[in-house]
């Protein structure tokens, strides 16, 4: 019966575009009247609902499109401990210390530490870091999946192989396949820093390996690689090879009902990417999608700022808007764009996997009969549905952009976020949440006129928003002190022990229409390897 109230309300609300008054039919219909007679303007669900009703909307329309049975408000409990609060946001925090010499000479990355908390179950975020073993440098990714986890996971486990081979001289790859064709161990490519909880696809393994060692054998065939390709060159082609290979793996007879499953899902769910390569030269960042990554340099006068190393790449980003315009007949210009998302449907605008938007629709027909007669497209997670105005693919491509950036003495540390992050830190917040929390120094700047003209009321708010900065920070991982303000600031900057509590006290079904998953890496760079 719920499920067919918020039917229904979203189907009003969608033809009449009112959203706010479809959301208070929704707050009733979801928590009877009587529950509010109980609160507060200031109660958990009143600062849910008024600071994320755009969430509640889409998150609505997404769960009763699944069918999926809503949480009503006896599920909830929002008086969680300070204890049970931290054991959530900690659990999956990872905190590396990087040896400061290797037999190269010194390390560009001092340490890092990273985190990640899921609102979507399972998590569709993925991250991934490795030292590069027979090329220089050291690798960061973070990975958003959207249409489950399954390509960004599988993006996760290969995108820094990819990388890595390409950077690599042609006389180790020699090695390597000298290894691979007498039987012999091979030599290690990458050092993995790997967190507990993260999942493999053991199963499709093998296949990985195989086609790896075929772009290798490309490489070998070219007069040109020689000492390898330069960071920028390397993600580029990168990125791009291990798309094809995602589409080429779906159509292809594989040896295993299973790998051919995972072929297909991995193709059809989508995953953006942003990977930052730090090596001696400076810092090099391939961005696909909306994930972001952000510089944190320390000024002379003792502020810090936030240096883009990314452009989000969405629909509203008008560079982006021209160049996928540009791709298609200009009787499309209308419609290959609208709502702000790639034919309505999708808003990253770069990504990899996503074939709906790539294929053909006849290659995406036969792909899908190809499928065993006892294997149902549903428990793939692969919904019967036609892109509208699908008319010149592809639409769609995981090209990255490239920036560079030669690291300064007032550089600092670096941060990768998933647009999670970013959905409630500007890239300025996080910089300065992070300079603090390293620094252990608050700065605060001198009233300015303006200032200094505010009401006795405004004054006081002012007051407490500076006092709320000076508040010791409770973690130690940086990635950690992210997530937890990310969620958790209230009105005056401060953090809020009731927002808190309320977002991470949500149940499964309802925590997708408040929140993304959220996963941040935060790189400290060895400020002696600076020229």
Known sequence: MLRRSCANIIERA???????????????????????????????????????????????????QSGRQLSTHQ????????????????????SVSVPEFDVRGLRQVRKFESNSLAANTPNEDRRSSATCLQAKGTLFGIFDGHGGWACAQAVSERLLYYITVAM???????????????????????????????????????????????????????HEHGEGMCPSDA???????????????????????????????????????????????????????????????????????????SQDHKCQNQAELERIRAQHPPSERQTVVTDDRLLGVLMPSRAFG????????????????????????????????TLPNYLSPPYLDAAPEVIYHKV??????????TDGLWDELSSQEAVRLVGEHLSGVHIQGPVSQ?????????????????????????????????????LGTGEYGELCQERLASMLALPQDLARMYRDDITAIVVYLNPQTID
């Open 450 to 486: 303006s200032e200094r003209q505010l009401r006795l009321g405004q004054l006081h708010q002012l007051l407490l928003k500076r006092q709320a900065r000076l508040l010791p920070a409770s973690d130690t991982n940086a990635a950690t002190h992210l997530i937890r303000h990310a």
């Open 14 to 64: 969608s033809r009449g575009r009112n959203i706010p008054n479809a959301l208070q039919c929704l707050s009733h219909a979801i928590f009877p009247k009587q529950a509010y007679q109980h609160h507060q303007p200031s109660s958990c669900w009143d600062l849910l609902s008024r600071r994320y009703e755009h969430k509640l909307s889409k998150g609505l329309m997404l769960a009763t």
């Open 168 to 222: 690599m001289p042609k006389r180790s790859l020699e090695e390597l396949e000298t290894c691979m064709e007498h039987g012999r161990p091979v030599p290690p490519v990458l050092q993995w820093y790997k967190h507990h909880t993260d999942f493999n696809y053991r199963d499709s393994a093998s296949l990985y390996v195989r086609h790896l060692r075929v772009f290798w054998q490309e490489l070998l065939d070219s």
């Open 235 to 309: 993600m580029h082609y990168a990125f791009k090879r291990l798309d094809a290979d995602i589409s080429l793996e779906a159509q292809v007879p594989l040896s295993s009902d299973l790998m051919k499953s995972t072929a297909i899902q991995v193709a059809f769910a989508g995953s953006t990417a942003c990977v930052a390569h730090v090596g001696q030269e400076g810092i090099h960042v391939a961005n696909a999608g909306d994930c972001r990554a952000v510089l944190g340099a320390l000024e002379a006068d003792g502020t810090w700022s936030a240096v883009p190393l």
């Open 75 to 94: 599920d909830f409990d929002f008086q969680l401990s300070q204890a049970k609060i931290d054991s959530i946001l900690r659990a999956n925090e990872q």
């Open 408 to 417: 300064r003495p007032q550089d600092r540390f670096l941060i990768l976020g």
């Open 354 to 385: 996503d074939m709906r938007f790539k294929w053909s629709l006849e290659l995406q027909r036969s792909i899908l009969a190809s499928l065993e007669s006892d294997v149902d497209p549903d428990s793939l997670s692969l919904y019967h549905y």
